[in-house]
């Protein structure tokens, strides 16, 4: 099947959050199993900078855009089985930061235009387009408004992702004509019209053949108030169309027994590493060196939806159970203050990194014990499957790719792989903590089953490609 990956960010070439490590794992996934796939992303200044040298001019076209006509430039590269490429216009791109800029509308609208624009010029005319997030989302309403005159296109099905549908696209409703280059009629019948306003989003749910959450739980919760952000009734509307696939992780890439970063390699059948990598967590941050104490970690945003309000709230009685704690992230000042100021309070027992450093992100996850992520919502989650991957166990709330990654403890058989509580409640947390802590120290070998349970899972993207090549068919079909 020929398949046309759309995204505003991919690994290795740019990167904002888990749609990177998305779009620069599925479509390889793809490839592999036997699929033409070609990936198109814009070429940000920092992609320039960085692999210039490796691109290949392809064509330069003008994309309309509204009542512009606009330079639009092609490059390509050739990595991994699958053909990447840029859309290059310096205006738009050629910024410090991929996102947060004022005309961010009129910047995805372009290449959104620019996908659909540029098919000629690709190696194939794709048979499906999957499109990611709200920066994508008006590829399938321009699809749509050319099927009328272009008719190369009108077979070709498109796929939509939604990664968080907190992010929506929304605008005024004077952006529909002249900023997109849209007919009044897209408003009129309420395709992309949203409480009065232009949503994008919406527009990309209503036109487009298939949706797709990062997780099968998410997808439910998305027909619900408290998780879709205003978007319950779109959700509900098109609940025939929904499927929810679970995200990977690259296997190779997060290997106990083959990472060369982290202290000391190993294995479930062989957990002498792990206990070297506790060791080196401790003195890299800061904690008492002590072997027999849990070590909870924190990787995380800290921002109020991943929980952190919860944490606050019972943080002394969870310094109760004789833990350390260990912090890595940055986000809202009332939280940074919050951990900032428990530092003095639990010397040598509590760490805090304010910002992102992958090297400790991973000797967290590999020098940990147990891994925190009580989050209000999370579509997916990457932490708890790394963590796991390297032994160590997670305590999370059942939402979201947590609840499907994440199986309680059953203390009568042994069975699970962490640690799992279902009420957004403080008190629900502190007691699977406690749950989690008294088993560490009094059953050892039941903690080590959940390490070892962990370890074996299969995150990889192997398995998400085969659920999407099964939606492929069927839209296709």
Known sequence: MKILFATSE???????????DVAGSLPQALAKAGNEVEVIL???????????????????IEVPLGWRRVYCGLFQLERDGVRWYFVDNEYYFKRDALYGHYDDGERFGFFSRAVVALMPALAFMPEVIHCNDWQTAL????????????????????????????????????TLEDLFGLAPGWFADGTIAM?????????????????TAVSPTYAQELRYAYFAHGMESVMQRNAG???GVLNGIDMVRYDPSTDAGIPAKYSAKKMDGKAKC????????????????????IVSRLVSHKGLDLICKVFDQIMDLNCQFVVLGSGDWNYEQFFEQKLGQYKGRMALYRGYNEGLAMGIYSGADLLLM???????????????????????RETGGLKDTVHPYEAWCGAGNGFTFADYNSNDMLYVIRQAVDLYYNNPTAFQGLRTSGMAEDFSW???????????RTICS
């Open 42 to 60: 814009p070429l940000y200044q920092r992609v320039s900078d960085k692999w210039r040298d490796q691109l290949s001019f392809v064509c330069n």
């Open 10 to 20: 991919a690994v290795p070439f740019c990167k904002t959050g888990g749609l990177a």
């Open 139 to 174: 590829v399938p309403i321009y699809l749509k408004d050319e099927c009328v005159r272009w008719r190369e296109v009108r077979g070709i099905k498109t796929v939509f992702t939604v990664h968080n549908i907190e992010y929506q696209g929304r605008y005024g409703k004077e």
């Open 195 to 211: 409480d009065g306003d232009v949503n994008l989003l919406k527009g990309a749910l209503m036109t487009c053949d298939a949706i």
């Open 462 to 472: 192997k398995r998400s490609a085969e659920a999407y090549n099964d939606i492929y």
């Open 374 to 396: 009580p989050s209000k919502s999370e579509p997916c989650g990457l932490a708890q499957m790394i963590a796991m991957r390297y032994g160590t166990v997670p305590i999370v």
């Open 241 to 243: 169309k929904v499927y």
């Open 278 to 297: 506790k060791a080196a967590l401790q003195k890299q941050v800061g904690l008492a060196a002590d072997p027999d104490v849990p070590v909870i970690g």
